[in-house]
């Protein structure tokens, strides 16, 4: 059966659990490729939040297999903790139903205290991750290194393993970085009680999705972070330590590309970002502002205000490429009701010559302004709207233009923060 990837197409935070939420009503299997607890997806049902970190947001769909894949991180004890959560408010977390790869890679409290000093000592010139230790973790990694969460299968040979690697951290901290060690035993037995919880979670992810695939199962892949976070293809050094665009859906599951036939973009209406490196659109003015306050844009995973900004085509032209979306999805448009008028970057300017093509060197950044197109916005309160011919004649304008810049279609609009509240478009 064919899978679809669900990709953030600008730099992370534009919806995706809200479109994960909906796209998993249409399919059987949900898998996590890339990242770890440095995500955040909020999903809202009726009166009931949940703030999901690591577990994909189709498990508060009852019937929806949920995979952690190998391409992925993981804290246990966060993960014990987000299971915790979701069982406290009758999700059912069996073993039947949610699947931790045996390859992912774990964070220890080492990655954490390194994440956190390295951080600190880069100073300015910080890159403003979140500090979960998600780099040192793939840094351990590709080093091979790394501790597997298959190991987790033996709880006490698991607690000496992690409590190794915590000693040649504490090295770091101390020698290098002037800092106090870390409590290796204490921590190591932490670590230890949770993966003795985890062990019956521990499986063949990659045998098991192509199981299911050859039974007929739908699969849909999500990631996290955005396409201008990615390693290879964003605003490096200013991006996360993984894959975030569709070649993440592959290594990090085990799938191969013809098995994947629909690549789902989510774009905010408007841009936000999260941390340091280039946002050529971002507002510091009294509209930056309104955008922050309407659209709640504040970090799901770290609690940051987050950056605002006009919506960037160039990007999201990018995204699009990169990826192969086949279609669109453009969340929070609700946010941009009662502006007099609303902006896109059509272009850039470096001079007198104009680009079309996204910079990806990021010191050309520093001489390069957006050129933008302006068009005339609206007032009304377009919450409670469910047809697209309904929307104001100046959103529907504003949504059309973002087709052409983009030449991708859109398909789904959202128009506030709960399920229902929705406009599916068929083209």
Known sequence: MPATVLIGAQWGDEGKGRVADWLAGQCDVMARYAGG??????????????????????????GVRCVLGSGMVINPLRL?????????????????????????????????ALDG???????????????RGIGPAYMDKAARTGLLTGQMRDPDEFAAQVRASLEGANALLTRLYGLEP?????????????????????????????????????LLCEGAQGTLLDLDHGHYPYVTSSSATVGGALTGLGIGP???????GVAKAYCTRVGNGPFPTELFDDT?????????????????????????????????RVNGLTELVITKLDVLSGLDEVK????????????????LFTPDY????????????????ISAIRRFDELPPNAQRYLRRIEALVDVPITLISVGPEREQAIELTH
């Open 37 to 62: 607890d440095n995500a955040g997806h909020t999903v809202k049902v009726g009166e009931r939040e949940f703030k999901l970190h690591l577990v994909p947001s189709g498990v508060v769909h009852p």
């Open 182 to 218: 870390v409590d290796a035993e204490g921590l190591a037995a932490q670590y230890g009680a949770a993966a003795a919880r985890l062990a019956p979670y521990l499986a063949d992810t990659t045998t098991l999705l192509h199981d299911l695939l050859d039974r007929g199962q739908r």
């Open 288 to 320: 930056g502002e309104q955008l922050r306050k309407a659209g709640h844009e504040y970090g799901t995973t770290t609690g940051r205000p987050r950056r605002c900004g006009w919506l960037d085509a160039v990007a999201l032209r990018y995204a699009a």
């Open 366 to 381: 520093e001489t390069v302004a957006p050129v933008y197109e302006t068009l005339p916005g609206w007032r009304e309160d």
């Open 117 to 131: 000093a390295s951080e600190r000592a880069r100073g300015s010139s910080s890159i403003g991750t979140t500090r």
């Open 344 to 359: 896109i970057a059509v272009a850039y300017q470096r001079g007198d010559q104009p680009l079309t093509a996204l910079p």
């Open 258 to 264: 013809q098995q994947i036939t629909r690549v789902v």
């Open 80 to 112: 014990v903790e987000e299971l915790d959560m979701l069982a406290g408010q009758g999700v059912d977390i069996s073993p039947e139903r949610i699947h931790l790869s045996v390859r992912a890679h774990v964070i220890t409290p080492g990655h954490l």
